[in-house]
């Protein structure tokens, strides 16, 4: 299976996770941040709460296949729609403009099915990301601090991260920065090209220095 794009740290792949991911090798860590359900205009994805509702077992299914420590970023009003975590990471979001029942909304969680074996060098399990405004064309981008503090909590140097909703490649510039070996998968190749762009950047920064 041809990649779309590679680095010397990582492959990016074009099409439907869920057709893509049986052909990949094990991975150390699946870190991701799938649709939500909230109706987003996505082109190739049908974004409503009850597709979203049949997808999340078959995401699951796959995710805990590629690696004994999934980190999903799911949104507070799916919670209860993934199954049971072992652990929740609160993800502080200074300064967000979102809403809650009891006014503004500063946190999200990030669901963790980790091996029982397996222990974070990090101890902490709260982490701020704050959103910056960016031109990526994504309709919801996560913060390039996401991904850092997720990689930090969750992964070491040279392993392997695969981000099955890549996006606009926000956990694959990470990896670049922090020298983790990443796979993305990607369903829209409007997107693939903004994350190829993004990394690229990445690279040519990292080479300055």
């Known amino acids: 299976m041809k990649p779309y794009y590679e680095t010397e740290l990582g492959r990016l792949y074009h099409g439907d996770c869920l057709e893509i991911m049986p052909h990949l090798e094990p991975v150390d860590l699946v870190l991701t941040d799938p649709p939500y359900g909230v109706g987003f205009n996505y082109k190739q994805y049908d974004d409503t709460k009850k597709n979203h509702a049949m997808?999340?077992?078959?995401?699951?299914?796959?995710?805990?296949?590629?690696?004994?420590?999934?980190?999903?970023?799911?949104?507070?009003v799916n919670i209860w729609k993934w199954p049971q975590a072992d652990w929740v990471l609160c993800w502080h979001k200074p300064f967000s403009v979102g809403h809650s029942p009891f006014g503004a909304n500063n946190w999200e969680p990030v669901l963790v099915y980790i091996d029982k074996g397996r222990r974070c060098e990090r101890q902490s399990d709260y982490f701020n990301a704050t959103f910056i405004k960016n031109n990526n064309k994504h309709p919801c981008p996560k913060p390039i601090a996401w991904a850092f503090e997720g990689l930090r909590i969750l992964s070491k140097i040279n392993e392997i991260i695969l981000d099955p909703f890549l996006g606009s490649g926000t956990t694959a510039v990470a990896c670049e920065r922090l020298n983790r070996r990443w796979i993305g998968v990607e369903i829209s190749e409007k997107y693939c090209e903004i994350a190829v762009k993004r990394i690229e950047n990445e690279r040519k920064q990292l080479k300055l220095f």
């Open 55 to 76: 997808k999340i077992g078959q995401w699951f299914e796959a995710f805990k296949k590629k690696s004994n420590i999934v980190a999903v970023s799911c949104g507070i």
